[in-house]
């Protein structure tokens, strides 16, 4: 092939010398704007497994990096005055400059022709001219910008500022300094990368920024290599404490905000996009030379497996894609974290840490006790001691008390519409579908929707509350579950609004009725989806009978014998709507301001929470963003969820969208936690009240790395509750836990213990004469300390 590549960069220097070593008759040219010598950064960090790639791929290369590695496995974190050491993490990091200086030799080896200092030609003559033409042009790529009707680029420039530097002080491990100063919360993100220095990277809000004076520079163009030397000495004086005397290095150092960089495509005709070009991640989870790196031998293995050019760049990305989208949803988690950081700047220090290392979401309280299982035992003893608790068991099975109400466990089934009801009623379905779940060990086990009114149901099938009749079979329900569980029931109520008279879930769900179909109302005259049904604007005399429906549907819950209420003001019905301005379009004074479109919302509030007895919690789910730009986002639910616990709510239970057919939600693993986390920091923490979270929860070590990092009191789990009606009490059996949190009936406590598989029947023999040395890293702990021969670390404890 006659290949070039645009930028000369890790990724395209590496990318060529793969090339070569496939196939020598490759004819590779590299065009780099800079000089080789021109190198901005300080360190890279490598994770184990793509450091098993490059060396599979090029042992020369490997080999190499390996003698220069700094290599440790802890991380430290210091705040409110103590350093907190987690080990087993396993880090290996090197000098930018010295692998950009490795690749380059080990390029004009292979015999790719490299242009240091020269532009490339225009991108359109490298088209007609090449076969393979690589963007590896960096994250302002001139390839993307000329070609961007066809890649479909995203970019997402966050608030944060942060500045890239260096230290000469050579740190033991990776470091984080989160330092509450006089101006707000700063953070530095540390490392070493050789035996000389460390990467250094200062990161800050913009208000914090703006406060420290850090904006006096702002509007200073900064030639390249040029740094901002005001900012830095400001820097060195704030963190004189953590840099003890060291100096601070610069290159080509100066504020930066960091940007999120998407590709709908990563290619065009023979043009393909690679690195930073293609996709970034932010700094706190990895470098974008690892993620480079691996684009290079992603994309050198399938050219050179596949025949033809076309399948080839079809598999890169099908290959690629999904590894990218899940570092990038992990960095995405990380960077909003530490945009938000000041609000645990009160959290106890272990907590914290823990907090700290669970941000991203892939690292969890089972993962951090296979790397260190001292610093999970004490994170579940710190958990147990700030609830004034013993620590005898997990956090998911710790008692909760909400309200007036005493849980069990911290285990909620979430509210899931069954649409089996007839005429409102809810019938044998319900017992056996809730009932499983209150002996399956849950604490707290929610109803559907309960709908308050026949014109309030979603569908045909939908339970109401709107009958003395349908409370008694309510009461039939509430009664098992009292009498033959330890579990709390509670009642969600709710109006579906311009979601109602629609089809069985199973029919074409949001899909309106053919026949039966009844007139729906909202607080405009807009519909949920393009095939919705428009809604009537409902007046002052629809709203007054709703609120009495409200009123009514609650009285009739504390009659049923129901533990707890839950006002379902979230996912676009009725309540829902009035909150959001995406539904909520009215010209009076329900509609427009925030304090507005809530005055529905509380005036039913107040009127259900006054026929609704105050020994019993009350609760409300709300939806902490529409998904839709204009609508209603997790600043709004901050002020949203205030308003409801001023008014007396117990607790906010935060999910999120489906207030319109158009939003465009980002799924992922607990992908709502984040807008609980932010709620039970800022609004129920505070006021002392609960904060549920829901959303992509399936396991119990993602149950109990929530609770523990704090960021919410409750887990409510849908689906999964379906997939295993008793998942609580099989979640103690695979902890080893048998206590209050997690009781068996009698009639089904013979099945306690988990049975044995065939993994667990065989007892292997002993086959080794002599018995392995134990491991060279004592209790996972090892920390980068040059020794005598340079890249050789020391082990210490």
Partial sequence: MKIAIVGGGPGGLYFATLMKQLDPTHDITLWERNAASDTFGFGVVFSDETLGGICNADPVVAEYMSRRFARWSDIDIHFRGETLTVGGQGFAAMSRKELLELLQRRCLELGVDVRFSTPAPPIAELEAGYDLVLGSDGINSQIRSE????????LDQRPNKFMWLGTNQVFEAFKFFVKETEFGTMQIHGYPYSDEGSTFIVEMSEDVWQAAGFDETAHEIFPPGVSDEKAISKILSIFAEELKGYDVLANNSKWLNFTTVRNRSWRHGNIVLLGDAAHTAHFSIGSGTKLAMEDSLALAACLHEHPSFEDAVSAYESERRPVVESTQRAAQASLEWFERISQYKDQDPTQFAFNLLTRSRRITQENLRLRDPEFADAVDRKFAELQGLPAAAPAMFQPYRIGGLELKNRVVVSAMDMYSASEGNPGEFHLVHLGSKALGGAGLVMTEMVCVSSEGRITPGCSGLYTDDQRDSWKNIVDFVHARSTAKIGAQIGHSGRKGSTRLMWEGIDEPLETGNWETVGPSPLPYGPNSQVPREIDRAGMDKAKADFVDAARRAHEAGFDLLELHAAHGYLLSSFLSPVANQRTDEYGGSLENR???????????????????????????????????????????????????????????????????????????????????????????????????????????????????????????????????????????YRGPGAAWIPQFKAGSRKPPSARTDAVRPRLSLLKEPDAVVPDGHLRWTPGVVAGTPALVQ
């Fill in 147 to 154: 070609y961007a009707e066809s890649f479909g680029p995203s």
């Fill in 598 to 736: 809530l005055r529905f919302p509380l005036e039913v509030f107040d009127a259900v929470r006054c026929v609704w007895p105050a020994d019993k919690p009350m609760v409300v789910r709300l939806s902490a963003t529409d998904w839709i730009e204009g609508g209603n986002d997790s600043d709004d639910s901050v002020a949203i969820a205030w308003a409801f616990v001023e008014h007396g709510a117990d607790g906010i239970d935060v999910s999120t969208g489906q207030v319109a057919k158009e939003e465009k939600p980002a799924f992922g693993r607990s992908y709502q936690t984040p807008y609980a986390d932010r709620i039970r920091q800022e609004v129920a923490a505070p006021a002392g009240v609960a904060v549920i979270a829901v959303g992509a929860i399936s396991t119990y070590d993602d149950v109990n790395s929530v609770l523990l990092a704090g960021r919410a009191d409750l887990i409510a789990l849908g689906r999964t509750h379906l997939y295993d009606p008793q998942w609580t009490l099989h979640a103690a059996a695979e902890q080893g």
